[in-house]
């Protein structure tokens, strides 16, 4: 593990909240199907955790290098849409100094995954957990927050070394 509390290599980020196993994803021209592929702007979701053996288990796979949070199929990197709460979380090239604080994000000491420059601003869950369900940043400072845990994730990571799972 790094000091960031991120894994070496590639992860899955699992919803803590949820018996199954639905993780970080990105949402695709044909979601489930054929013929759909990610691009600048696609946006994510949760879907059910693909075995690493599954053609689209690399849409469900990341990285974490210098604050950035890759996606391993696209390689491209996931943004908070405008910075807002509410905004659904993209994915974009990655973007140099000041314009990237959107893209920078950290693991906070409660258990989230936090826009770097802004700690109460969190990766989140809308709504009730299942297939296909938005991911977007939230404030957990507000009122409107909801602390059923839909912003907290296990990361799972894929290093052969030492795999195991790591609870933020």
Do not use: C
Not at 21 to 45: C, P, Q, W
Not at 80 to 92: C, D, I, S, W, Y
């Amino acid at each position: 593990m790094t000091s960031t509390g991120f894994p070496e290599g590639y992860f899955y980020l699992k919803v803590a909240s949820s018996s199954h196993s639905y993780v970080l994803d990105v949402e695709r021209g044909s979601f489930f199907g054929f013929g759909g592929g990610a691009k600048e702007g696609s946006k994510t979701v949760v879907a059910s955790q693909k075995s690493e053996a599954e053609n689209d288990a690399p849409y469900q796979l990341w990285s974490y290098e210098n604050g950035y949070l890759m996606n391993k199929q696209t390689k491209l990197y996931l943004e908070a849409e405008g910075g807002k709460p509410g905004n659904r979380l993209v994915l974009h090239h990655q973007k140099p100094g000041n314009s990237a604080a959107n893209q920078k994000w950290s693991l906070t000491e409660d258990g989230y995954i936090a826009l770097k420059g802004h700690a109460k601003f969190v990766i989140d869950v809308k709504g009730t957990v299942k297939e296909a369900a938005h991911v977007v940043l939230s404030d957990k400072t507000s009122k409107a927050f909801i602390k059923a845990n839909n912003a907290k994730w296990e990361i799972i990571s894929l290093n052969k070394k030492r795999r195991s799972m790591y609870y933020i």
